[in-house]
């Protein structure tokens, strides 16, 4: 099998999954950069939140919806940090690129307008007679996706933090 490299015993490399490791997940760029893009957007509408309403909202932290859309800051961050790493004309990148504009025009197209669909009903509902069977259901959750602007705003987000990241991992030399 060969020398494990680290003076131990040898039984690291008789597993075929000896170089795995769960710290490696925090040098994988891509993935800390999109998880801080989703981190920073929740948190700017939790703190939005606080300011705008007087009231702290924790469901803000994990919802969708808002100012600035964590969809995009999250697949935009990851699209342009597998641009820095692999190169803008990699496949990798066109795949991420491709899929951050699936997901924002998700955000702001289909599951916008859900949300509106969402609201008509919730007011028919409310409306009914006591006695109708549908008076009694749980409304619909209404804030499901992203205007325009809050999906601009959560992309412009996601390549901040991935350039700052890109920046950051230059300077330290971790490149």
């Known amino acids: 099998m060969g020398d494990d490299g680290g ?8 597993s075929p999954d000896a170089g795995f490791s769960y710290f490696a997940v925090f040098h994988n760029y891509p993935l800390v950069a999109a998880l801080l893009g989703f981190a920073v957007a929740q ?17 803000q932290l994990i919802g969708s919806g808002g100012m600035p859309s964590s969809h ?8 342009v940090a597998i641009g820095f790493q692999d190169g803008f004309g990699s496949a990798l ?15 702001s197209g289909i599951r916008l307008h859900a949300g509106k669909q969402a609201e008509v009903l919730n007011q028919i509902v ?10 009694e259901t749980r409304p619909l959750r209404e804030l499901l996706g992203h205007t325009p602007t809050q999906v601009v705003a959560g992309a412009l987000l996601g390549c901040m933090l991935a350039t700052a990241g890109q920046m950051f991992l230059a300077v330290t030399g971790a490149v």
């Open 43 to 59: 948190s700017i509408k939790f703190f939005v939140t606080r300011y705008k309403e007087n009231r702290w909202d924790p469901k």
């Open 72 to 79: 995009s800051a999250t697949v935009t961050a990851l699209a």
């Open 126 to 135: 409310c409306e009914l007679p006591a006695e109708h069977p549908l008076s």
């Open 93 to 107: 990148f066109a795949t991420a690129a491709i899929f951050a504009s699936v997901v924002m025009y998700d955000a």
């Open 7 to 14: 003076g131990g015993d040898g039984a690291a490399s008789a």
